[in-house]
């Protein structure tokens, strides 16, 4: 099954959203999981990811400081915390559930929206 994000919308320079992505099955809990965004007229890119075996987080180098990628085990869900949004963070944003298998689109969301007006 794949993931379901939401938590898309419309902000301003400097506003705050925070993304969800409910993954269903066991692999929640034992995969490497993140988020990935495209932008129009541009490729894919990396935003975050949390490992599974230590809990570490590993970011981009544009949204550091700025972005916090969390997990809740009990509820299945990845977070997205974005704060000081730039409209360079207009996107669709995609949640990963195993981010080792990139060629898998069953581990791929079908994305939601992110627009920061300036």
């Known amino acids: 099954v794949q993931p379901v994000e939401s938590g898309g919308g419309l902000v301003q320079t400097g506003g705050s959203l925070r993304l969800s992505c409910i993954v269903s099955?066991?692999?929640?809990?034992?995969?490497?999981m993140g988020w990935y965004r495209q932008a129009p007229g541009k490729t894919r890119e990396f935003v975050a990811a949390i490992i599974n075996s230590d809990g570490r987080t590993v970011y981009a180098g544009s949204v550091k400081g700025r972005f916090i990628i969390s997990k809740d085990n009990a509820k299945n869900t990845m977070y997205l915390e974005m704060n000081n949004l730039k409209p360079a963070d207009t996107a669709i944003y995609y949640c990963?559930?195993?981010?080792?298998?990139?060629?898998?689109?069953?581990?791929w969301g079908q994305g939601t929206q992110v627009t920061v007006s300036s």
């Open positions: 099955g066991s692999g929640f809990r034992i995969n490497d």
């Open positions: 990963s559930s195993d981010i080792t298998d990139p060629f898998d689109s069953m581990t």
